[in-house]
């Protein structure tokens, strides 16, 4: 069984904190993404990475950063957080075909 | 651009009716496309997906139906269970090199009442 997990399942944070988010995948994959999911707007793409330090970005990358040091490893940065950051973040791992495989989710309120 | 559309946000279906689940989508380089179920506080879990080649594909309550000339799919169970009550998202992608994204469409909400 694939596993994807993240770091934190709920984590508050004040304004201007720089916020970290851990994304582990234990099947080798090669490409790893980091989404945002908001009520009436769906699944975002904020960034993916198709190879160790290699990253590129998604749909709304602003206000956030990447890390993909080993490839198992994916992590978001929220350089200054901010109120409207608050949102769920999925982090999600894919191999050679197409599905990917989601964690179960980080639920992050920016106070 | 909304490139993957799901237009209905909600749907309620009796538990035991069939439920069907709308997706379109504008651009007709995608040949490959997912649906994901997602319960509330858990990540999004694939469901079933379909290539452009085939036209219907069926795993066990659950079909999905591919219409491209319409550029149109269609997720549908039956029967119908309390269980599948959760937000359904349709993905697509093309294929190629760099082809790494899915689109992601903004869900639609099942309820299945009892």
């Known amino acids: 069984d694939v596993k994807v997990t993240q770091s934190s399942r709920y984590l508050v944070k004040r304004t201007g904190e720089k916020v970290f988010l851990e994304c582990v995948q234990d099947m080798d994959h090669e490409n790893m993404f980091w989404y945002r999911q908001d009520p009436g707007l769906g699944l975002r793409l904020i960034y993916f990475?198709?190879?160790?330090?290699?990253?590129e970005k998604g749909d709304i990358p602003e206000g956030y950063s990447v890390s993909r040091e080993k490839k198992e490893r994916f992590s978001l940065i929220l350089e200054s957080a901010s109120t409207n950051q608050t949102s769920m973040y999925l982090c999600?791992?894919?191999?050679?075909?197409?599905?990917?495989?989601f964690g179960p989710g980080t639920r992050l309120t920016v106070t | 651009d909304q490139q993957v559309k799901q237009n209905s946000p909600s749907l309620s279906v009796q538990e035991g009716r069939i439920s069907i689940l709308n997706c379109d989508y504008t651009n007709s380089m995608f040949d490959y496309f997912l649906w994901y179920k997602k319960y509330p506080a858990e990540g999004p879990t694939f469901l079933i997906s379909?290539?452009?080649?085939?036209d219907k594909n069926e795993d066990g309550r659950f079909t999905v139906f591919l219409n491209k000339s319409a550029k149109h799919l269609s997720l549908h169970i039956v029967p119908s269970q309390p269980g599948d009550s959760a937000v359904y998202f349709c993905?697509?992608?093309?294929?190629?090199?760099?082809?790494?994204?899915?689109?992601f469409g903004k869900g639609t909400k099942l309820s299945v009442i009892p």
């Open positions: 993905a697509a992608r093309t294929s190629g090199a760099g082809s790494y994204q899915l689109t």
């Open positions: 990475s198709y190879d160790v330090k290699m990253k």
């Open positions: 999600a791992s894919r191999d050679s075909l197409y599905e990917q495989y």
């Open positions: 379909i290539s452009s080649i085939k």
